[in-house]
């Protein structure tokens, strides 16, 4: 079964912690990206990839840091740095960066405490 | 800067109504423009659209797009309460999508 996995569905921390959301595609696919939501809004890019070992910041990457280490998995780490981190998470992919159809993991809800 | 507009941002209806969503577009290379439903969970996939004039339709859900005029509607008719979601559109000329902010649809029974 392809697609996109992120890990945990839901994620509680303590103020001050850092934490990695996990993303995972067996889609073969070489772009991945990282969206923040807000309640009510649209989605904002934190992070993105168009191949392994290579990444750039999108509009909110400011306390966030990501790694592509593998082309299958582009994990987000959420440092003490994000001054508002409660949010819900979207991991997705692309085939390439010069493909239109994107598919997105379930999400990850973060909760900050 | 590519930019993606939709209007209105919120939008409250009965079940029963006809309503049209908007999304403008200012890219420098136009691609496809892409039609999204999310409920409490990931956006799902709803239209692709590449060419002017071409109406894509699916159920009572359709979308159409006018590159000159740089603009995309959906439309939802005989709206009914399961159709309560945000509806994202965007645009995929560069190396990343281009959304804009999503219209909430509220439908009341």
């Known amino acids: 079964d392809g697609g996109i996995t992120q890990s945990p569905k839901y994620l509680f921390r303590k103020e001050g912690q850092n934490v990695t959301l996990s993303c995972e595609q067996n889609l073969n696919h070489d772009a991945m990206y990282w969206y923040r939501q807000d309640p009510g809004q649209g989605l904002r890019l934190i992070y993105y990839s168009q191949i392994v070992n290579d990444f750039q910041k999108g509009d909110i990457a400011e306390g966030y840091s990501v790694s592509r280490e593998k082309k299958e998995s582009f994990p987000l780490t959420v440092t003490s740095a994000q001054k508002n981190p409660t949010a819900f998470y979207l991991c997705?992919?692309?085939?390439?960066?010069?493909?239109?159809?994107?598919?997105f993991g379930p999400g990850t809800r973060l909760t900050v405490l | 800067e590519d930019k993606v507009v939709q209007s209105p941002l919120s939008l409250v209806v009965h079940e029963g109504d006809t309503v049209t969503l908007n999304c403008s577009y200012e890219v420098t290379n136009f691609r496809s423009l892409l039609w999204y439903k999310q409920e409490k969970k990931a956006p799902t996939f709803l239209f692709m659209l590449?060419?002017?004039?071409i109406e894509k339709k699916s159920g009572r859900l359709s979308s159409i797009l006018d590159k000159k005029e740089l603009f995309s509607i959906l439309n939802i008719t005989a709206t009914q309460t399961g159709d309560s979601a945000i509806y994202l559109c965007a645009e995929t000329s560069g190396s990343r999508l281009t959304f804009g902010e999503g219209t909430q649809l509220t439908v009341n029974p």
């Open positions: 997705a992919s692309r085939r390439s960066f010069t493909s239109n159809e994107q598919f």
């Open positions: 590449t060419s002017s004039g």
